[in-house]
């Protein structure tokens, strides 16, 4: 057994060396077998893309061609494999899409290029790769982030999706509202479900479990802002369509819950810091309706009122919410047709989408800002738990 | 320390679709 002399940092130049036969055996153990749920949870952020970098280093360094491209190729299929295989798991998806982006951070911040050196230390620019340009790899890389970040999208919107109209629309948490319900309506949630029925806490709880998972993972800030507006995104327009299809959650009173349940999203926002992540301006319909549920809708001025209120709801909302109004008290009353053909004239020459429901599956295009890292390559060593005796620091 | 040159040769990358219908024939040819 070879003996390990131990060397100091300053002497690795930040490159790891593998033999071209043991390339299968890196992409298995560092991604098709590494679960984040297990060993990777007490990596440093990013480390599997670091590694796999240090490795096109050495290859690089070596001016082998071939090896540089085997690498990338099966590193790039590797991720797309294993994002196969458990490509419904979140913890799964959001750790190889952080690892992702570093990687190609990585490939830019030492790619020789200065608009991508411009926070390198000096000895970061010693390490800029010396033979190959791999701006067509970023490329692919770039394109495979799109990929898993849609992934990501489809992931938790399948996790949020059953939890938003229980917890934004039927659960009622406003003590004294709700205790009436609208006339001739019944409940459509049967009064055993409380049990088993979602409410905002459970949408707030899983923005944390959400929200934690990512940065654990050490996703871009940038990258987590997307992915928060994308999600509150999905909570608005769902609890939205919803509203616009049931009678029974257009009142006054649910107008009040929303707007209370709205007011929470926005506190889970600026506790995570997150408010300008333009998620809650996605919310802007949902807030919308809820006030047009609770505004005067009577008079002139009160038509004026809402036309200018609701900007971010189509003409189609606005009449269908006025329609479906339905009063739960003798304070109330019901919107008269003349008020909501007052409104239909005043809104004509808008030029918006005949559209009533919002696209719920709608993904915002997604953009991965370069985000250097001050780690610096010599310092990283590869722990044991990893299984990659047989590469070695250089 | 002054920027290094730019490495000059570009590695041309085959597209991501390319890539997996690569891997695919690779693994059709696997036993």
């Known amino acids: 057994r070879p003996l390990n002399i131990p060397r100091k940092e300053k002497d690795f130049q930040g490159m790891l060396e593998y033999k071209r036969d043991d390339e299968p055996k890196l992409i298995k153990n ?14 440093i952020p990013g ?4 590694i796999l970098f240090m490795c096109v280093r050495h290859a690089d360094y070596l001016n082998d061609d071939q090896k540089v491209r085997s690498l990338l190729t099966s590193t790039i299929n590797g991720i797309k494999k294993i994002l196969k295989k458990r490509g419904d798991d979140f913890e799964t998806v959001s750790f190889w899409l952080s690892n992702t982006c570093r990687f190609l951070h990585c490939l830019k911040q030492y790619s020789g290029e200065e608009s991508f050196m411009k926070h390198n230390t000096s000895r970061q620019n010693e390490h800029c790769l010396t033979n190959f340009d791999l701006a067509e790899y970023r490329q692919v890389l770039s394109d495979l982030a799109i990929q898993i970040y849609q992934q990501l999208v489809r992931v938790l919107e399948n996790i949020l999706q059953p939890m938003i109209v229980s917890g934004m629309l039927e659960h009622e948490t406003i003590q004294g509202v ?34 934690s998972i990512l940065c654990q993972h050490g996703m871009d800030p940038e990258l987590i802002k997307q992915v928060v507006k994308q999600m509150f995104y999905i909570i608005g327009a769902v609890t939205l369509n919803n509203l616009l299809l049931r009678k029974d959650m257009c009142s006054w009173s649910k107008g009040m819950q929303i707007r209370y349940n709205v007011s929470q999203l926005e506190e889970w926002l600026r506790d995570k810091n997150l408010m300008n992540s333009g998620a809650k301006e996605t919310l802007e319909p949902l807030i919308q309706a809820a006030q047009l549920l609770q505004v005067k809708k009577k008079t002139d001025e009160d038509a004026e009122a809402i036309c200018s209120m609701c900007n ?6 606005i009449v269908k919410v006025l329609n479906l109004y339905t009063p739960v008290n003798e304070f109330e009353e019901r919107v008269l047709v003349s008020f909501i053909r007052n409104i239909q004239l005043r809104l004509r020459d808008r030029k918006d989408s005949p559209q009533l429901l919002m696209d719920a599956k709608h993904i915002f295009p997604v953009t991965f800002p370069f985000n250097p890292s001050s780690l610096a390559l010599e310092t990283i060593q590869i722990p044991g738990s990893l299984a990659l005796g047989f590469i070695s620091r250089v | 320390a002054a920027p290094r040159a730019r490495p000059r040769i570009l590695l ?8 997996e219908e690569m891997n695919l024939s690779e693994d059709d040819d696997s036993p």
């Open chain 1, 30 to 43: 560092l991604i098709l077998d590494l679960k984040p749920r297990g060993v990777a949870v007490n990596l």
């Open chain 1, 47 to 50: 480390l599997p893309a670091y």
């Open chain 1, 178 to 211: 709700s205790g009436v319900k609208p006339t001739g309506l019944r409940k459509r949630t049967s009064s055993i479900a409380d049990e088993g029925t979602y409410t905002l806490d459970s949408i707030v709880r899983q923005l944390n479990t959400f929200h």
């Open chain 1, 312 to 317: 971010a709801l189509t003409t189609a909302q």
């Open chain 2, 12 to 19: 041309k990358a085959p597209t991501l679709a390319e890539m």
